[in-house]
């Protein structure tokens, strides 16, 4: 029981990371002109950060 709580515990942590990093606020401060390796900044910063997320959802239920 213990290690399921700790889980829910780090999967909710994770879940109010990710509200914050995904508003308004943060996600203005990357939308400029500009390219990383060919794609632009706004993109980049999405997609690193979704799969950011998921690898850190996975470690966090494969570890426990």
Same mark, same amino acid.
């Given at each position: 029981?213990?290690?399921h ?14 509200? +914050? ?7 203005? =401060? $990357? #939308? !400029?002109?500009?390219?990383? +390796? ?5 993109y980049?910063? =999405? $997609? #690193? !950060? ?15």
């Amino acid at each position: 029981m213990n290690r399921h709580r700790l889980i829910g515990q780090r999967l909710i942590a994770l879940a109010g990371i990710g509200l +914050f990093l995904f508003n308004y606020p943060i996600l203005a =401060l $990357f #939308s !400029v002109d500009g390219f990383i +390796f060919g794609v632009p900044v706004f993109y980049a910063y =999405l $997609f #690193s !950060v979704w799969a950011a997320f998921i690898w850190f959802a996975a470690f966090f239920v494969e570890r426990g």
